[in-house]
């Protein structure tokens, strides 16, 4: 199964679409900063998570929620905001933005990671790329 975390109106067929708001084909209505999430251990080989980071109260808690309902080797793709780009402050419900390197904290193979290693689960960063004002991360649950 994949996990299309915070969906908004993008629904998208084949996956559990889920956001706070009920709208027309979400599956779950949920709050992500409600845990732990309405899903089982391991449930999901991929969760996108579009746009929906940087609204979170608790990023952290939510990142070890991501590691539990995700499977072993699953991908987590992340995008947000670019830290002092367009897309920034525009949006009065941002809390945070991103940089190239603000989930290394959680990444088992970057420098940070292995110094702080924050979370409960253990990450693995495959790729970040920045394009049109955003960042986009994906990493890997570790075993």
């Known amino acids: 199964m994949r996990l299309n975390l915070g969906c908004g109106r993008d629904i998208r067929r084949g996956w559990v679409n889920l956001d706070r708001q009920p709208f027309p084909g979400v599956d779950v209505a949920h709050d992500l900063d409600v845990l732990p999430w309405p899903f089982e251990a391991t449930a999901f080989e991929r969760i996108d998570a579009?746009?929906?980071?940087?609204?979170?109260?608790?990023l952290v808690a939510v990142m070890d929620e991501c590691w539990r309902v995700l499977a072993p080797?699953?991908?987590l793709v992340i995008r947000g905001p670019l830290a002092n780009g367009a897309h920034h402050w525009i949006d009065p419900t941002h809390r945070r933005a991103f940089v190239p390197g603000s989930f290394d904290y959680f990444c088992a193979n970057t420098r940070r990671g292995q110094r702080y290693g924050y979370g409960a689960g253990r990450w693995h960063r495959r790729q970040v790329l920045t394009a049109n004002d955003n960042v986009i991360f994906e990493l890997e649950r570790c075993k």
């Not at 579009?50 to 608790?58: G, M, N, P, S």
């Open 50 to 58: 579009l746009d929906v980071f940087e609204h979170v109260a608790d």
């Open 73 to 75: 080797g699953g991908a």
